[in-house]
C-alpha cells in the first residue's frame, strides 16, 4: 500500500462526517481526493501534472496555516468535528508539492512507477533499436531515461555512452508507448553532422518523422511564419567585410580617433611602431615586408588558405566557401572584371527556403553574366558525397541551369576537375571570352598596391577580427544596443571603454548594412525568433509541440536558451536536455556552461539523469583523463565506467628540437623531426596491432599540414 493510500485510510478511520461542511473543509477534502488520485494512475508524475493543485488550494493552505499559527486550529476542528492530525495531514502535503524540487511522496510514486515498467517493458525495451542495431541493447540507466517524464530533464551522458541511442530509443518510445504524434516531437542539435546522424537514426532506421533540425534552422522557421519575405542570410565573412571598410573609411579617417588606435594597436597587439602619425605607422609596417611581398606574389596569389584560420581569402580581402571559388575571384579581380559574389539572383529556385545566390555575378559594360562554380567533376563525381547526397547536388544544379533558361539570363559555370584535364581556369577564361568579356589585366604595380595595402592593414584587419568575435558574442549572449552603455560605465579602464565605443559604432554600422541588404545573420535569426515566440505567447498564441529534445546541451548559449524557453512556453513542451558537460569547449563561441551544471536552477526545477556506462574508450584512459577533468571542482563528478581495459594506457615519447641541418635540410625543419617521432610510434602500434585505427591530434588545424 502506498504512503498515499495510507493517508486515505487514516483519514476514512478517524474522520466523523463535519457537522457542518465549510468551504474549507470541502476544499480539504477535495484537495486529498485529488492527491489520491494521482496515486493511483499508472504514470510518471511530472511537477506540472500537480501545478494546477497548488494554485487551486493555496487559499485553503493559507486558511489552516494561519490558524495553526494563530493557535485556533484546535478550536475549529473541534466545532466543525474534524481531526486536527488530518489538518496537519494536510498542510504537510501540501508544502511537500510546492517544493523546488520533486516532492517525496510523488518521488516514491515515480520510483515505483520506474521500477514496475523496468519489469513489465523489459522485452519491449531489449528490442526497442532493433531496426538500428541488432546488437543493442539499452542499460538500466538509458533505460530509466526512456521511462522518465519530467517537464526538465537533463541527461548527463558521458563520452560514448550512447547519446544518439538514448535519444532515438525516448523518442520511439514517445511515439509507441506515450501515443505522441511524431510531429510533436522536435530534436535540436548544434551541427549539421548531428543532425544527420540524429535524422539517420530516427527518421530513416526508425521510419519516424519527427522534425530534427539546428537551432538556426529553428530560427529560421519561425522567422518565416512570422514575415514571408525571404531574407539573404549572411555569415561572419558579411560582418568582417562591412566592419572592415566601416574602419578604413569612416573612423581612421576621424583625427580624434587616430591616435587612441594607435594606443590600443600598441597596447594589445604589439605594433612595432609608437608614433603620433598613423599612416607613418602603416608605412614603416609595409616597408618592412615590402621585398619578401614583391618577390613572393604568385605564391602569395596561390596561397589562399589562412594556415592558422583555415579560411579562404581574396587578394581583395573577400572571405570565400571554398579554395577553388578563390582562385576564380582572384582571376577575375587581376584581368579587370567587375564581380559581386553571392549576390541575390531576382529570381527564386521553386521551393527553396532562401534566396539564390549565384556564386559570381559578373559586369562588363552592359554584360551582366552569372558565374556558378560546381563542386563535383564535369562527368559528376565528388568522393566526398555520399551517393544520397551528390545525386542531391546534381539535382540542385539542374534546377540552376533550368532556371537560368527559364528567366533567360546568362550562365557560365565551371567544374572542379574536366575531362580533358584542363586546369577550371582555363575553361574559364574561354567561357568569358565566349560571352564577349574583354580581359583588362591589371598592372603589376597595382596588383602589388593592392597587396601592400593588404599587409598595411593586417593590424587593423586583427582589430577588425577582435570586434567581430565580439559582437557575436555580445549578439549571441542576447544583448542589445543599450548594453554598451551598461558595459562602459561599469568599466574604469580608459582602453575597454574606447574598445565598447568602436564596436557600438561597428555594431551600428552592420545593422545598418543588415537592413539594407535585406539579410540576416545566424545570431540574429535565434534571438529574432525568441523575442516573436515570446509575443505570440503573450497574445496567447500555442504551437503543437508536446516534447523538445535538445543535443550536445553543453554547448547551450544564452540565446538558445533562451529559444528553447520560449519554444517550450509556447507549446507547453516538455524539454529533454542530452549532454556532456565534460566536453564542452564553446565558450569562445557563446556558450554558457553553467546552464548545463546549473540546470535546475536556469529552469526552477528539473530533474538529472545520468549515463555512465561507455563503450568507447577503456576504462584506464576514463580515470585519466576523468581524473584531470574533475580537478575542476565546477564540474559535474561522475564516474565513467567502461568494460574495455589496455595496459599502459599512456605512452610518453621524446624528441628533440634541436635541429641539424644536414639531416633535416630541405626537409622541413624540426617538423621533420616530429613527423619522423609519429611515423615510428604508428609503426609500433601497427606491429603490435595491424588493424588499430589511430587518430592524431593537434592543437591547430595546421598542425596536420606540417607533419605532410
Given at each position: 500500500m502506498s504512503i498515499l493510500n495510507k493517508l486515505l485510510s487514516v483519514?476514512?478511520?478517524?474522520?466523523?462526517?463535519?457537522?457542518?461542511?465549510?468551504?474549507e473543509i470541502a476544499s480539504l477534502l477535495d484537495f486529498r481526493?485529488?492527491?489520491?488520485?494521482?496515486?493511483?494512475?499508472?504514470?510518471?508524475?511530472?511537477?506540472?501534472?500537480?501545478?494546477?493543485?497548488?494554485?487551486?488550494?493555496a487559499a485553503t493552505y493559507t486558511f489552516f496555516d494561519n490558524a495553526l499559527r494563530g493557535n485556533t486550529l484546535e478550536y475549529y476542528c473541534k466545532n466543525n468535528a474534524i481531526n486536527k492530525r488530518d489538518v496537519k495531514c494536510f498542510l504537510a502535503e501540501y508544502k511537500d508539492l510546492c517544493l523546488d524540487q520533486e516532492s517525496v511522496?510523488?518521488?516514491?510514486?515515480?520510483?515505483?512507477?520506474?521500477?514496475?515498467?523496468?519489469?513489465?517493458?523489459?522485452?519491449?525495451?531489449?528490442?526497442?533499436l532493433l531496426p538500428v542495431d541488432s546488437k543493442i541493447r539499452l542499460d538500466?540507466?538509458?533505460?530509466?531515461?526512456?521511462?522518465?517524464?519530467?517537464?526538465?530533464?537533463?541527461?548527463?551522458?558521458?563520452?560514448?555512452?550512447?547519446?544518439?541511442?538514448?535519444?532515438?530509443?525516448?523518442?520511439?518510445?514517445?511515439?509507441?508507448?506515450?501515443?505522441?504524434?511524431?510531429?510533436?516531437?522536435?530534436?535540436?542539435?548544434?551541427?549539421?553532422?548531428?543532425?544527420?546522424?540524429?535524422?539517420?537514426?530516427?527518421?530513416?532506421?526508425?521510419?519516424?518523422?519527427?522534425?530534427?533540425?539546428?537551432?538556426?534552422?529553428?530560427?529560421?522557421?519561425?522567422?518565416?511564419?512570422?514575415?514571408?519575405?525571404?531574407?539573404?542570410?549572411v555569415d561572419q565573412g558579411f560582418m568582417f567585410y562591412v566592419i572592415n571598410n566601416y574602419l578604413k573609411n569612416n573612423i581612421l579617417e576621424n583625427p580624434e580617433l587616430v591616435d587612441k588606435l594607435i594606443l590600443f594597436f600598441g597596447s594589445y597587439f604589439d605594433a612595432p611602431y609608437?608614433?603620433?602619425?598613423?599612416?607613418?605607422?602603416?608605412?614603416?609596417?609595409?616597408?618592412?615586408?615590402?621585398?619578401?611581398?614583391?618577390?613572393?606574389?604568385?605564391?602569395?596569389?596561390?596561397?589562399?588558405?589562412?594556415?592558422?584560420?583555415?579560411?579562404?581569402?581574396?587578394?581583395?580581402?573577400?572571405?570565400?566557401?571554398?579554395?577553388?571559388?578563390?582562385?576564380?575571384?582572384?582571376?577575375?579581380?587581376?584581368?579587370?572584371?567587375d564581380y559581386s559574389y553571392e549576390k541575390p539572383y531576382p529570381y527564386n529556385i521553386l521551393r527553396s527556403y532562401k534566396p539564390y545566390t549565384p556564386d559570381f555575378t559578373l559586369t562588363q559594360g552592359d554584360i551582366v553574366v552569372y558565374l556558378e562554380h560546381f563542386g563535383i567533376t564535369q562527368d559528376g563525381k565528388n568522393n566526398r558525397y555520399k551517393k544520397e547526397q551528390l545525386n542531391k547536388y546534381k539535382q540542385e544544379v539542374n534546377d540552376k541551369v533550368k532556371l537560368h533558361k527559364e528567366h533567360g539570363t546568362d550562365l557560365i559555370y565551371t567544374f572542379s576537375g574536366y575531362n580533358d584535364n584542363r586546369d577550371l581556369l582555363e575553361h574559364l577564361r574561354e567561357e568569358l571570352l565566349e560571352h564577349g568579356f574583354i580581359l583588362n589585366p591589371r598592372p603589376s604595380q597595382e596588383v602589388f598596391k593592392k597587396i601592400i595595402n593588404t599587409e598595411e592593414n593586417?593590424?587593423?584587419?586583427?582589430?577588425?577580427?577582435?570586434?567581430?568575435?565580439?559582437?557575436?558574442?555580445?549578439?549571441?549572449?542576447?544583448?542589445?544596443?543599450?548594453?554598451?552603455?551598461?558595459?562602459?560605465?561599469?568599466?574604469?579602464?580608459?582602453r575597454t571603454k574606447l574598445f565598447l565605443t568602436i564596436c557600438e559604432q561597428c555594431y551600428h554600422e552592420y545593422t545598418k548594412c543588415l537592413?539594407?541588404?535585406?539579410?540576416?545573420?545566424?545570431?540574429?535569426?535565434?534571438?529574432?525568433?525568441?523575442?516573436?515566440?515570446?509575443?505570440?505567447?503573450?497574445?496567447?498564441?500555442?504551437?503543437?509541440?508536446?516534447?523538445?529534445?535538445?543535443?550536445?546541451?553543453?554547448?547551450?548559449?544564452?540565446?538558445?536558451?533562451?529559444?528553447?524557453?520560449?519554444?517550450?512556453?509556447?507549446?507547453?513542451?516538455?524539454?529533454?536536455?542530452?549532454?556532456?558537460?565534460?566536453?564542452?569547449?564553446?565558450?569562445?563561441?557563446?556558450?554558457?556552461?553553467?546552464?548545463?551544471?546549473?540546470?535546475?536552477?536556469?529552469?526552477?526545477?528539473?530533474?538529472?539523469?545520468?549515463?555512465?556506462?561507455?563503450?568507447?574508450?577503456?576504462?584506464?584512459?576514463?580515470?585519466?583523463?576523468?581524473?584531470?577533468?574533475?580537478?575542476?571542482?565546477?564540474?559535474?563528478?561522475?564516474?565513467?565506467?567502461?568494460?574495455?581495459?589496455?595496459?599502459?594506457?599512456?605512452?610518453?615519447?621524446?624528441?628533440?628540437?634541436e635541429v641539424d641541418r644536414k639531416i633535416t635540410e630541405g626537409k622541413g625543419g624540426k617538423y621533420y623531426l616530429v613527423g619522423e617521432t609519429v611515423e615510428k610510434i604508428m609503426k609500433e602500434i601497427l606491429a603490435e596491432n595491424p588493424k588499430s585505427s589511430i587518430l592524431l591530434l593537434g592543437r591547430y588545424g595546421f598542425d596536420g599540414y606540417n607533419l605532410t
Open positions: 483519514f476514512k478511520s478517524q474522520n466523523e462526517e463535519p457537522k457542518v461542511v465549510t468551504p481526493k485529488h492527491l489520491f488520485s494521482l496515486d493511483d494512475t499508472d504514470r510518471y508524475i511530472a511537477k506540472s501534472d500537480y501545478g494546477e493543485m497548488r494554485d487551486k488550494y511522496v510523488i518521488s516514491q510514486h515515480n520510483k515505483a512507477y520506474i521500477s514496475r515498467h523496468l519489469k513489465e517493458d523489459k522485452d519491449y525495451l531489449d528490442k526497442i538500466e540507466e538509458q533505460r530509466r531515461v526512456v521511462l522518465s517524464d519530467e517537464d526538465y530533464t537533463l541527461v548527463i551522458a558521458g563520452a560514448g555512452a550512447g547519446k544518439t541511442t538514448t535519444v532515438s530509443a525516448k523518442v520511439k518510445y514517445l511515439v509507441e508507448k506515450k501515443g505522441i504524434s511524431p510531429e510533436q516531437i522536435l530534436v535540436i542539435s548544434f551541427t549539421n553532422k548531428a543532425v544527420g546522424e540524429l535524422r539517420d537514426k530516427i527518421n530513416k532506421d526508425l521510419g519516424i518523422n519527427c522534425p530534427v533540425t539546428t537551432f538556426h534552422k529553428t530560427g529560421y522557421a519561425i522567422l518565416r511564419r512570422q514575415d514571408a519575405n525571404l531574407k539573404t542570410i609608437e608614433g603620433d602619425d598613423l599612416n607613418d605607422f602603416f608605412n614603416y609596417i609595409s616597408k618592412a615586408d615590402f621585398s619578401t611581398i614583391r618577390g613572393n606574389i604568385d605564391e602569395y596569389t596561390e596561397k589562399i588558405i589562412n594556415e592558422r584560420t583555415g579560411k579562404c581569402i581574396t587578394i581583395a580581402r573577400e572571405t570565400l566557401r571554398s579554395a577553388q571559388e578563390v582562385r576564380i575571384a582572384n582571376f577575375l579581380y587581376l584581368n579587370g572584371i593586417r593590424y587593423i584587419s586583427r582589430l577588425v577580427n577582435l570586434i567581430c568575435t565580439f559582437i557575436q558574442n555580445f549578439k549571441t549572449n542576447g544583448y542589445t544596443v543599450d548594453d554598451f552603455s551598461h558595459f562602459k560605465s561599469s568599466s574604469k579602464n580608459e537592413k539594407e541588404k535585406q539579410a540576416i545573420d545566424f545570431e540574429d535569426m535565434i534571438n529574432d525568433s525568441a523575442c516573436i515566440l515570446q509575443e505570440e505567447e503573450q497574445k496567447g498564441e500555442k504551437l503543437d509541440f508536446k516534447y523538445i529534445i535538445v543535443d550536445e546541451y553543453q554547448d547551450i548559449s544564452r540565446q538558445r536558451f533562451n529559444l528553447t524557453k520560449e519554444l517550450s512556453k509556447l507549446c507547453d513542451a516538455k524539454i529533454i536536455a542530452v549532454g556532456d558537460d565534460w566536453q564542452s569547449i564553446y565558450a569562445y563561441a557563446g556558450s554558457d556552461i553553467t546552464l548545463f551544471t546549473h540546470f535546475k536552477e536556469t529552469f526552477g526545477y528539473g530533474q538529472e539523469l545520468r549515463i555512465t556506462k561507455t563503450y568507447r574508450n577503456a576504462q584506464e584512459i576514463i580515470d585519466i583523463a576523468g581524473g584531470f577533468i574533475q580537478k575542476n571542482t565546477c564540474q559535474i563528478q561522475k564516474a565513467l565506467i567502461s568494460p574495455k581495459h589496455i595496459t599502459n594506457p599512456v605512452i610518453i615519447q621524446t624528441y628533440t628540437e
